[in-house]
């Protein structure tokens, strides 16, 4: 029997590394537990205002956070607060898989507009790989915009 996936990453601030992830992916906040959102609704409001209601200090309200794909299909991804930096470079990444199945020059193209999507939202490009077929069909390395070292790329 297979298991669900959740991919957790330390931040120092989850709530600006998953409002990134979620404007990147597509992906949403979930709401509050309990707490039924009207659809034009902010989660993140919604959240502030739950644990409020519940008593967490307003210092402590930015310890966690999470987003969800809305279609049920990619992993959840929680951020949780530490206090220490990163001491070495990541042995995971993600790939923001933008052209699968494409190739060349038009595979490169369709990067390069997602790369520039991604810069918009905050990311910064570290380096371009050109194609090298058949083991490679071309990635673009890139990091969060928040902490500047977790590496991901356009694939």
């Known amino acids: 029997m297979s ?3 959740q991919v957790t990453f330390d931040a120092h601030d989850p709530r600006a590394l998953s409002s990134f992830w979620r404007d990147a992916l597509g992906y949403v906040h979930p709401g509050p537990p309990g707490v039924d959102l009207p659809e034009d609704a902010d989660p993140l409001a919604a959240w502030d205002d739950f644990l409020a209601r519940i008593g967490v200090p307003e210092e402590q309200r930015n ?3 999470a987003i969800e794909d809305p279609d049920g299909h ?3 991804v929680f951020f949780q607060q530490v206090p220490e930096d990163k001491a070495a470079k ?3 990444h ?3 898989r933008a052209a699968p199945g494409l190739r060349g020059e038009e595979r490169m193209a369709v990067l390069e507009a997602e790369c520039d999507r991604l810069v918009a939202l905050g990311a910064a490009r570290v380096r371009r790989h050109e194609p090298a077929p ?3 069909a ?3 390395v890139m990091t969060d915009p928040n902490t500047r070292d977790y590496q991901f ?3």
């Open 90 to 92: 990541n042995r995971v």
């Open 153 to 155: 790329c356009a694939a």
């Open 74 to 76: 990619g992993p959840r």
């Open 134 to 136: 058949p083991m490679n």
């Open 63 to 65: 310890t966690k956070s």
């Open 138 to 140: 071309g990635f673009i």
């Open 3 to 5: 298991r669900h996936l």
């Open 94 to 96: 993600l790939d923001v």
